[in-house]
T-cell receptor
Framework: ELKVEQNPLFLSMQEGKNYTIYCNYS?????LYWYRQDPGKSLESLFV?????AVKQEGRLMASLDTKARLSTLHITAAVHDLSATYFC?????????????FGKGTKLSVIP | NAGVMQNPRHLVRRRGQEARLRCSPM?????VYWYRQLPEEGLKFMVY????????ESGMPKERFSAEFPKEGPSILRIQQVVRGDSAAYFC?????????????FGPGTRLTVT
């Protein structure tokens, strides 16, 4: 059974600081997704990482994927309050026809002024 | 292009009643997925459907839960004889026929409360 572990689960950080969220998974996969969820809302797609070494950046967020280490990171640069949300990584196991996204428990980020 | 639509957004049912959750995929999308999210948890896969076919229902509870995606109309997740443990947010996602990056686009969810 595929396991996806995120850490930390809770993160409180001051505006302007940098931090990294980690996503480890237990089986081979070359497709990993990061989503953002605001309270009571749906999931907003942030990044789609499709190969080893993939790196994508959008604003203050940068995501990377190391398939050999089975690790993805979401790096936050100079955090601002608007980034407060819960961030999920989700893994799509390799293989034709795979479609079941397995989600981590999420990292609840609070950015404090 | 409208996104994935779900209704109702909030649903309250008493124990023993039936709950029907509806999902209309994005235009041009023919794959539909249902997920359940318990409080403070990530989403858990329930079922994957294409038009008139259930492709994988391995995440569905064995009893009381069923799903369909008819030729016409939305996909429906049906929960019979609801219990308090069914209280959760239920999200539908869709992806296009050519699944490309295999990305799934999520709807706003239906928050089910069983009293």
């Amino acid at each position: 059974e595929l396991k996806v572990e995120q850490n930390p689960l809770f993160l409180s950080m001051q505006e302007g600081k940098n931090y990294t969220i980690y996503c480890n998974y237990s089986t081979t996969s070359d497709r990993l997704y990061w989503y953002r969820q605001d309270p009571g809302k749906s999931l907003e797609s942030l990044f789609v990482l499709l190969s080893n070494g993939a790196v994508k950046q959008e604003g203050r967020l940068m995501a990377s994927l190391d398939t050999k280490a089975r690790l993805s990171t979401l790096h936050i640069t100079a955090a601002v309050h608007d980034l407060s949300a819960t961030y999920f990584c989700a893994v799509d196991p390799s293989g034709a026809g795979s479609y079941q996204l397995t989600f981590g428990k999420g990292t609840k980020l609070s950015v404090i002024p | 292009n409208a996104g994935v639509m779900q209704n109702p957004r909030h649903l309250v049912r008493r124990r023993g009643q039936e709950a029907r959750l509806r999902c209309s995929p994005m235009k041009g999308h023919s794959h539909v997925y249902w997920y359940r999210q318990l409080p403070e948890e990530g989403l858990k896969f329930m079922v994957y459907l294409q038009k008139e076919n259930i492709i994988d229902e391995s995440g569905m509870p064995k009893e009381r839960f069923s799903a369909e995606f008819p030729k016409e109309g939305p996909s429906i997740l049906r929960i019979q004889q609801v219990v308090r443990g069914d209280s959760a947010a239920y999200f539908c996602a869709s992806s296009p026929l050519d699944r490309g990056t295999y990305e799934q686009y999520f709807g706003p969810g239906t928050r089910l409360t069983v009293t």
